[in-house]
């Protein structure tokens, strides 16, 4: 820690001295989150001054960033961003209901192995010296998890979707999260060399154990207010005319509010967006939204209500109050 932020060194100054510290010190922090945030929208982020300095802080305490939220609100994106803001590698382990340890952690090349094995039957080595060779790191397939920590330099690993995997693995993981170490029977431990910035990402389609929050800073994203979403479109499909996007982002704010099986996420706006632009629309009417209500909607059913819903005004496209059902 730096000594003019260290409030035991500051204590020792002068009351008029200490605030004169604590004020450059709150404005070069300030600065510092502000610069994370320009350098996240360089990378293509929309990001807002809570995301930054949840991302300082990981950085300045090495500690790893839990980011929970719904699926698609640019959860991943975050990782993303940050490894091509700081010219990292991005390493990551794709989670899924019964992932093992050896696909997020290494493996042996079996097919090599046997190889090599049928080819010492001619010099009939000794058998250890045949367990020697084929249990060396020529051998070894990395996967993610031990990528990133054997790592020559810092990287950012990026483990999305934890809450698909079961407690045991999340236990295996917790292990390696603490001392950012691994201890391979045939060939010992493999500490990293660098701690890499970690990002877990999670749908909460379950309840993440207590020992994995505990290690980690938390971040939430929720779907943007449309100003942000405005600003993400315009990032992400500068060329499409200003009117549609507004029309864009008016319709899909009011279409999330409603109980669908599946709300249109971030990425689909964005794909949306990116449609009327190949499609050349300079505006967004009711025709065609019904040609393109497939790129926002993925199930037949919100497909056919929100269709039914849609109305046109002197604004654009809203959507119709839906009739009540009553007691038959």
Known sequence: MPEKYNNTRLLSYPLSVHREFSKTGVVELTEKIKQIRDEMLEAGFVCDYRIATVLYLAEAMQKPVL??????????????????????ELIRLQCY??????????????KKQLLHIQACAY??????????????????????????ITAPARAVLLID???????????????????????????????????PHVFITSNATRE???????????????????????????LQVPDLAAAVREKVVRLVQQIRKLDLKKPPSIAESIDWARALFWLAREDLDLETFRETASVILKYQEDIERIRQSVGSGEEGLYLKPEPKQGWR
């Not at 699926?71 to 490894?83: D, L, P, R």
């Open 208 to 234: 993440l154990s207590e020992a994995l929050k505990r290690r980690c800073l938390y971040l939430h994203l929720a779907f943007p207010a449309p100003d942000v979403e405005a600003r993400i479109l315009a």
């Open 123 to 148: 010099r009939q080595p000794e058998l250890r010296e045949i367990e020697r060779e084929i249990f060396s790191e020529e051998y070894l397939l990395a996967r993610p998890l031990l990528r990133a």
């Open 97 to 110: 209901e019964g992932i093992d340890e050896p696909r997020a952690l290494y493996e042996w090349n079996y």
């Open 161 to 195: 979707e934890i809450d698909k995997v079961d407690f045991d693995f999340e236990a295996m993981l917790l292990e390696l999260l603490a001392e950012f170490q691994v201890t391979l029977p045939e060939l010992g431990t493999f500490k990293a060399r660098e701690i």
């Open 67 to 88: 980011i929970e939220g719904p699926a698609g609100v640019g959860k991943t994106a975050v990782a993303q961003a940050f490894s091509r803001a700081r010219g990292l």
